[in-house]
C-alpha cells in the first residue's frame, strides 16, 4: 500500500457516528509534511539516496526497509511512524516514535505521534505526558495561535483527561483548542460535555449549540443538550433537544412529532423551527418544511442552515 493509498483508508475508517477520532490523520500528515519539508527533505536530498524517493513517497513496506538499513536516521522512523499511524497501527507508530523520543527527547514530531497515538488507542493515561509537554512548547511560539497541530494536541490532551473523568481539568485545554479553531464542532461537544459532568449546565448548552451550529445532524451534541436543559428544568428545551436527536439519528417522523409539541411553547425559538423544517423536508412535505424554514428566517434571517435548507426546499418545489 503506498502514500496515496491511505487517503481512501481515512475516508473508509472514520464513520459518521465517531466524529472524535477524526483530527489525528490529516494532523499528521500537516505535522509531517511541514517539518519534513523545512528540515527532513533537505536532509534527505542532501544525504541520503535510496531511489531517489523521499519518505513521504514510500510505502510502510519500504520504509519499514529503510529503517532497518539506516536506524539512526530520525526523519525514516519518524515518516513510517506517521504511516503506521495512517494505517492506525498505533502500538508501531508509538515504539518508532519512542526510540526516537529516547534519543532526542526534545523532538516535538516524535511527541506528537506517541501522545496521540496513546490518546488513539485507548491508552489516556499514557498520553498525558507526551501531549502536555507538546503542548507548552507549541504553546510559547509566537505562532501558537495558527498552530493547527497544537490545536489537535490540545484537543486530544481534552479528551484524555474526560476520559479517565478529570473534566475540571479538560476544559481549559479544550477552550485553548477552540481559540485555535473555532469551528471545531468536536471540541465543542467535548468541552460541553465537561461541563455538563462539572454540573456547570448553561456553559455545557451554550457549547452544545455551537457544535450543532457547524453540525446540524450531530446527535450526541444533542444529547447532552437534553441532559442540560433537562438539569436547568427548561423541559421544553429539552424536547426540542430529544427531537433533533431523532432527527440525528434518521427517525423523522419521531422528530416532527416531538418538535412539534415543544413549538406549542417555544413559538420564537428560530433553531425549533429549522428542525422541523429539516424533518418535513426528509418527509417528502415541502410546503410544511417551507413554512417552517420561513418562519425561522422570520425570528433570526441569519441563520444559515435554514437559508441554505429554504433554498434547496424551494428549488425542488419549482421543478
Avoid at 511512524?81 to 497501527?89: C, G, R
Avoid at 462539572?198 to 444529547?223: D, I, K, S
Avoid at 437534553?226 to 427531537?243: F, I, Q, V, W
Avoid at 418538535?259 to 433553531?271: G, I
Wanted: glycine content about 6%; proline content about 3%; aromatic content about 10%.
Amino acid at each position: 500500500m503506498n502514500i496515496r493509498d491511505l487517503a481512501k483508508k481515512i475516508q473508509n475508517f472514520f464513520s459518521e457516528t465517531n466524529q472524535i477520532r477524526r483530527i489525528v490523520i490529516y494532523a499528521a500528515i500537516a505535522l509531517g509534511l511541514a517539518l519534513m519539508s523545512f528540515g527532513g527533505y533537505y536532509y534527505w536530498d542532501r544525504y541520503v539516496h535510496l531511489g531517489d524517493e523521499s519518505p513521504v513517497s514510500m510505502s510502510i513496506n519500504e520504509l519499514e526497509r529503510a529503517a532497518q538499513e539506516h536506524p539512526d536516521n530520525i526523519e525514516i522512523r519518524l515518516a513510517l511512524a506517521e504511516s503506521y499511524m495512517l494505517d492506525t497501527q498505533y502500538d508501531r507508530a508509538i515504539q518508532q516514535a519512542s526510540v526516537v523520543l529516547n534519543a532526542y527527547p526534545d523532538n516535538e514530531r516524535a511527541m506528537f505521534i506517541v501522545g496521540v497515538g496513546y490518546a488513539s488507542s485507548g491508552r489516556p493515561e499514557e498520553s498525558l505526558a507526551p501531549l502536555e509537554k507538546f503542548t507548552k512548547i507549541r504553546a510559547a511560539a509566537p505562532t501558537a495561535s495558527l498552530d493547527s497541530s497544537l490545536e489537535t494536541a490540545l484537543f486530544y490532551l481534552g479528551n484524555s483527561y474526560i476520559n479517565l473523568g478529570r473534566y475540571e481539568e479538560a476544559i481549559p485545554k479544550l477552550s485553548q483548542a477552540l481559540t485555535i479553531n473555532s469551528t471545531d464542532a468536536d471540541a465543542f461537544y467535548l468541552l460541553g460535555q465537561a461541563y455538563t459532568e462539572t454540573g456547570q449546565h448553561e456553559q455545557a448548552v451554550q457549547n452544545y449549540q455551537e457544535a450543532v451550529r457547524f453540525v446540524p445532524n450531530f446527535a450526541e451534541a444533542y444529547q447532552g443538550m437534553a441532559e442540560s436543559y433537562t438539569a436547568l428544568d427548561r423541559p421544553e428545551y429539552a424536547a426540542y433537544a430529544r427531537g433533533m436527536v431523532a432527527f440525528s439519528k434518521g427517525n423523522y417522523s419521531a422528530a416532527r412529532r416531538d418538535l412539534e409539541h415543544a413549538a406549542q411553547t417555544l413559538s420564537d425559538y428560530a433553531p425549533l423551527y429549522v428542525g422541523l423544517g429539516l424533518a418535513c423536508e426528509e418527509l417528502g412535505d415541502l410546503a410544511s418544511a417551507e413554512a417552517h424554514l420561513k418562519r425561522a428566517l422570520e425570528i433570526d434571517p441569519y441563520d444559515f442552515t435554514a437559508t441554505q435548507a429554504l433554498g434547496r426546499v424551494q428549488s425542488v418545489m419549482q421543478k
